[in-house]
């Protein structure tokens, strides 16, 4: 368990990226399973978290908690580089023989809750911070997501009650599965929203690991929110910024072997 | 009797709360006497939700993963409107949170059909991994205390308004079954039975055991768990008696007797009579009595329905 030794420069944090973005590209690919360009956007932020020396997420005891749980199948190399879940489940992801699911769950070694439907895992995580106040709470929540008025009832709760072992991180890639969500349901400024529900609120380049080290370097002192910008369908060209990847996997040969090259 | 069922509940459940700090009371947008006895005694134990449904379920299953004891406390009419966080956060997580539903059936008669949970234990059954409680009596709704905190799955308390004003009941006549309690006040066996739960049980019991004839030979099973049920045992209850009338303050669609009376085999050969709320929303302009009487669950009604098992 815990078997990983964190990387004090940025080109390992790089290096280590590609390998679980092309880890997630081979099986979503080979399973046809998911939401693939979601996953994609939100693994800078997560190998920031746990393999950068400097992050203060204590592996121990902190919990990532996907609420935007299409993207969770990020975290799946991730557990596995951990030790969490042995290597061979990534090929097994979305078979009957199989642990690993296209929504993470708690039967999940290294996750705690159910994935599936959004705008929940925002205030079951604000329940066990407020539980477990020697435990920070890393939330991931999806842009789109935050159309859900569930989560500004668990935003007002949070700021009511000053959990600051939470850090909601919004996955801002831009896009729903019908295209952006300014000509959905328009979320901006979401700056401006979240300091008005009283967070500490940090907009950052979710693809800079300079950038997410200057954050997550430090545990807050208040409830803080960080919105990374991110590109969805992030180091697959054909993928990037476009919505219509949402929840379509390449199947034509020809893309998945470039997705590979590139993610090599 | 003149006592309100929260107060019963929330007291009883103070007095655990006193000694384990791991059981946390969530308010939504509720009051109560026995709440602000929470609020002065052990105000660390208490939450206060706000107006927000959807969070408190949530939050409350955040608190039961982190090991906590949760026991969220708000007007059974809103179940309806965090349906999926009691789905997905409670019954798919596989958390334990307990649900106290205030004011179930035409308790808030007046304030309209919203007010008015008549379809409750229909969605409440229909989840997996949760289980109802209800009780019409000081005894039975202080026994939801244990009944819940003993129990591994979530868990849906229904309590009433108010119950039936009633004369206290010989203990002799009541056998606690813990499932249920049976109350007979007659010599011998009785001949018919009718079953009922909550309000309409304790209001059952007044007519019944009022009028001699009636109590002679009618006995009421007065349910404490309504989900999920054990039909082995109402089989049992029913083999002695030659007819069951079952009484719900719930709309036909969402009423448990049906179930019943499909599911038990000795209920095949015997008269069966079920009254229920008829399958619309009300906006009769009555209170719970007038509202009851109106759709047939007056005196002389639930009396024909009996007299019909014969």
């Given amino acids: ?74 975290i799946y190399p991730i557990l596995v ?22 929504h993470a769950d708690y039967s999940i070694p290294g996750c705690l809750y159910v994935g599936g439907s959004l705008g929940n895992a925002i205030g079951f995580a604000a329940g066990l911070a407020l539980a477990r106040s020697h435990q920070h709470f890393y939330v991931v929540l999806g842009d789109a997501e935050l159309q859900e ?26 896009f729903g599965i019908t295209g952006s969500t300014e000509s959905s ?80 | 009797m003149n006592f ?87 019954c798919i997580a596989d958390l334990k949170v307990n649900i106290i539903g205030n004011g179930v059936g035409m308790g808030y008669a007046p304030a309209g059909p919203a007010h008015q949970p008549n379809e409750d234990i229909a969605v409440m059954r229909s989840l997996l991994n949760m289980s109802i409680f209800t009780g019409s009596s000081i005894a039975s709704i202080k026994s939801l205390v244990n009944l819940s905190l003993n129990s591994s799955k979530s868990n849906y308390l229904r309590l009433d308004r ?41 209001r059952i019991k007044k007519f019944i055991m009022t009028d001699p004839i009636m109590s002679s030979e009618v006995a009421v099973l007065d349910l404490i768990r309504l989900w999920p049920l054990d039909l082995k045992k109402f089989e049992d209850v029913f083999k002695s008696v030659e007819g069951v009338l079952l009484i719900e303050e719930q709309s036909a669609s969402g009423s448990i007797s049906e179930t019943i009376v499909s599911s038990i085999r000795s209920l095949r050969h015997k008269k069966i009579a079920t009254i229920h709320l008829p399958n619309k929303y009300l906006f009769d302009n009555l209170d719970q009595e007038g509202i009851l009487n109106k759709h047939g669950f007056d005196k002389e009604s639930i009396f024909k329905a009996i007299e019909s098992l014969t």
């Fill in chain 2, 4 to 90: 309100s069922p929260r107060d019963v509940f929330l007291t009883e459940l103070l007095a655990h709360a006193e000694q384990d700090e791991s059981i946390i009371l969530m308010s939504v947008d509720m009051g109560a006497p026995a709440l602000d006895l929470w609020r002065e005694r052990i105000p660390n134990q208490v939450l206060d939700m706000g107006i927000a449904e959807q969070n408190a379920i949530n939050v409350a299953a955040g608190l039961s993963k982190g090991g906590k004891k949760v026991f969220v406390y708000f007007m059974a009419a809103w179940v309806h409107r965090c349906f999926e966080q009691i789905r997905y956060s409670c």
């Fill in chain 1, 185 to 264: 349901l328009k979320l901006e400024s979401l700056r401006d929203k979240f300091e008005a529900f009283g967070f500490d609120t940090l907009e950052i380049d979710g693809h800079n690991f300079d950038s997410l080290r200057g954050v997550f370097s430090k545990k807050p002192n208040s409830p803080r929110v960080v919105i990374a910008q991110t590109i969805k369908g992030k180091g697959v060209s054909y993928m990037e910024g476009k919505y219509e990847f949402h929840t379509i996997i390449p199947k034509d040969k020809g893309l998945i072997q470039q997705g590979l090259k590139e993610l090599s």
């Fill in chain 1, 149 to 174: 008025g569930s989560v500004w009832e668990s935003l007002l709760f949070i700021n009511h009650h000053k959990l600051k072992n939470m850090t909601l991180i919004v996955d801002r890639n831009g």
């Fill in chain 1, 81 to 102: 580089k951990l030790g969490h879940i042995p290597s061979e489940e990534l090929t097994k992801y979305c078979e009957e023989t199989g642990i690993l699911r296209l």
């Fill in chain 1, 1 to 74: 368990m815990l078997r990983i030794k964190r990387a004090t420069r940025l080109w390992e944090l790089e290096k280590t990226s590609k390998e679980v973005r092309k880890s997630i590209f081979e099986f979503k690919t080979q399973s046809g399973y998911g939401h693939l360009a979601s996953c994609l956007s939100i693994v800078d932020v997560l190998v920031s978290l746990y393999f950068d020396a400097d992050s203060a997420f204590d592996l121990v005891h902190d919990r990532v908690i996907f609420s935007k749980g299409h993207g969770s199948p990020a």
């Fill in chain 2, 162 to 202: 108010k119950l039936f004003e009633t004369e206290e009941i010989s203990e002799n006549s009541v056998v606690r079954r813990g499932w249920a309690d049976e109350v007979y006040v007659g010599k011998g066996q009785p001949k018919y039975l009718v079953v009922s739960y909550g309000y309409m049980s304790s």
